[in-house]
T-cell receptor, first 118, second 111 residues
């Protein structure tokens, strides 16, 4: 089946620094990828939809200037948490869909990136 | 935004018993999916049921969908300690392709 990877799997950083998380579709091209955030013991909250070659679409309440998304190729989307603060500590998960047809129903999730901001 | 509500929020059962989790949603959907997540880990896709389907089976899993009530249920039969995890429903809205997750049910199966 389709595989999505994330890098890094975990990161610890100091408050005020920026952190970049990569999401790659390893064996398929993904025109659309999604970024989710999950706080402990909570569900996944959709942050934004990442579209290849165009601007990301952010969900209500998500600061686009704080969470920069770049989808420069059909296999890579990046999420940059700018000037991270302790409240940004969370589990960040990306997903991607196959490009077309019925297969597009299924989302493939990355393994997640755990961010801890000190 | 979060669409689905799940109940119960937490469920504790003995090994061998059946576990039933319910999910309700608010909008018209293309399909509904169930996922499993072990503590601190990524998501595992369990089953997808389309809006024109009413029931689906996969191994020990049985999923039902009632679009008139905007609800779904996940039944795990003959549960095992290894089934201990959080279970989430997620919906793809009609006309869109975002997937919105429910609040989840934390299942604990005691050996």
């Amino acid at each position: 089946g389709a595989v999505v990877s994330q890098h890094p799997s975990w990161v610890i950083c100091k408050s005020g620094t920026s952190v970049k998380i990569e999401c790659r579709s390893l064996d398929f091209q993904a025109t659309t990828m999604f970024w989710y955030r999950q706080f402990p013991k909570q569900s996944l909250m959709l942050m934004a939809t990442s579209n290849e070659g165009s601007k990301a679409t952010y969900e209500q309440g998500v600061e686009k200037d704080k969470f920069l998304i770049n989808h420069a190729s059909l296999t890579l989307s990046t999420l940059t948490v700018t000037s991270a603060h302790p409240e940004d500590s969370s589990f960040y998960i990306c997903s991607a869909r196959l490009p077309s047809g019925r297969a597009r129903e299924t989302q493939y999730f990355g393994p997640g990136t755990r961010l801890l901001v000190l | 935004s979060q669409q689905g509500e799940e109940d119960p929020q937490a469920l504790s059962i003995q090994e061998g018993e059946n576990a039933t989790m319910n999910c309700s949603y608010k909008t018209s959907i293309n399909n509904l999916q169930w996922y499993r997540q072990n503590s601190g880990r990524g998501l595992v896709h369990l089953i997808l049921i389309r809006s024109n389907e009413r029931e689906k089976h996969s191994g020990r899993l049985r999923v039902t969908l009632d679009t008139s009530k905007k609800s779904s249920s996940l039944l795990i039969t003959a549960s095992r300690a290894a089934d201990t995890a959080s279970y989430f429903c997620a919906t793809d809205e009609t006309g869109g392709f975002k997937t919105i997750f429910g609040a989840g049910t934390r299942l604990f199966v005691k050996a």
